[in-house]
């Protein structure tokens, strides 16, 4: 996106170079990294952040309103509800595509949020490899809100233990050695020192949940929440294990329902100029006439899954459930990234966290995603090169 630093980036890139940093950071976590990275970070010129950080503002003022609680009480599965305080949001994340405005300017677009956690540990990591291999400006940072490693892995610490030693707190997730994203359990682990802890492996007694440390049952007073209820509900062969949703003694990192509370269906809530316009598919009483410019997305999926890019009449007439799915007005991504073939895509996804006490949620960290699919993510990229995980760099 700047072209000065791209230029400079591309001409001394080498696969010599790329290879030797994918060898370094193999070797902190062998075996561990199970999605590709990207050759390339994505440099990004301060007034495109800003307007970004002008999207986030707005989604956090709906979500900081009193209603909000109110306009999405539906937004929650029966199934998946979770029982226990709500507080804040510890977590938010906001994916931006870097998209084409209809004059043919580079602006930012929201495409998906996440009262969720993200890879707040191996983009820590990560960048500070790619630093070594590659000349990144100095005046350029992966940073935001005037953090640095230090001040960051100081709040995420924070955040994820609150007040409580890190053997009481522990990171959740279903099979978490198994995960594609396990590199980020590690780097989090090591970060901040709380442990890495299967559901299937929780004891409760009462209302108390423990675990097993080296061998000696450790009371959970706080968890840290990696587990998706969409992939965790598909399993059928997990056995006898504790119902997490019911009442329990733990504080939650965050609470299970903000996955659902801000999500696709806070979308059709946001007016901005970087938010495309978003319709419940129930509410909709005519359908736009220019139905090929909008998304289906269902509103109950992860990573991507169920989503119809090219909307035909027939895929909603398939649909009997249509307070379950969204119609989002179509982005243009921008071929930005100039690549040795073929120019890529590129989505930007700002992570924050909420700090007990504060207002207001603060960016923190990010990272990015380039594609030269139709979507961002690995099944529509297979076989191309300068594609897959990655970090922005801000302007400073």
Request: proline share 6%.
């Amino acid at each position: 996106m700047v072209s000065s630093v791209r230029k400079d980036f591309n001409k001394h890139f080498s696969t010599e170079k790329y290879n030797a940093f994918l060898n370094e950071l193999n070797e902190i976590y062998p075996g561990a990294i199970d999605f590709r990275l990207a050759e390339t970070p994505v440099f990004i010129p301060k007034h495109f952040t800003e307007k970004m950080i002008s999207a986030c503002d707005t989604i956090i003022d709906l979500i900081t309103d009193p209603a909000f609680m109110n306009i999405t009480a539906d937004s929650i599965p029966e199934t998946d509800k979770v029982a226990g305080s709500y507080g804040y949001p510890q977590t938010l994340v906001f994916d931006y595509g870097i998209c084409l405005s209809s004059d043919g300017k580079l602006e930012p677009q929201l495409i998906e949020m996440q009262g969720f956690p993200s890879l707040y540990g191996f983009q820590v990591i990560y960048p500070d490899v790619l630093r070594k291999h590659f000349s990144i400006p100095n005046n350029y940072t992966h940073y935001l809100g005037g953090h640095n490693r230090n001040t960051y892995t100081s709040l995420l610490k924070e955040v994820l233990l609150g007040k409580h030693q890190p053997e009481n707190v522990i990171l959740l997730e279903l099979k978490p050695h198994e995960q594609k994203t396990r590199v980020d359990f590690y780097s989090t682990r090591d970060l901040t020192g709380i442990q890495i802890v299967c559901i299937t492996e929780l004891i409760k007694e009462g209302e108390e949940i423990f675990y097993l440390l080296d061998g000696k049952k450790t009371k959970v007073n706080r968890i840290y929440n990696r587990l998706i209820f969409d992939e965790f509900n598909a399993r059928k062969d997990l056995g006898d294990i504790i119902d997490i949703r019911e009442k329990a003694d733990v504080e939650w990192v965050p609470h299970p329902d903000w996955f659902y509370r801000i999500s696709k269906y806070t979308l059709p809530f946001i007016t901005h100029p970087y938010v495309p316009e978003t319709f419940f598919l129930n509410e909709i009483t005519q359908l736009p006439a220019d139905l090929q410019n909008f998304v289906l997305k269902p509103l109950f999926s992860f990573a991507g899954q169920g989503v119809v890019i090219d909307v035909k009449q027939e895929d909603l007439d398939r649909i009997n459930d249509p307070h379950n799915w969204i119609l989002q007005r179509k982005v243009n991504y921008a071929d930005v990234i100039e690549t040795p073939d073929i120019p890529a895509k590129a989505e930007i996804r700002l992570m924050y966290l909420w700090k007990e006490g504060a207002a207001r949620p603060e960016p923190v960290i990010n990272l990015a995603r380039l594609s030269k699919g139709k979507m961002i993510g690995t099944r529509y990229n297979k076989d191309k090169e300068w594609v897959g995980g990655s970090v922005a760099f801000f302007e400073m």
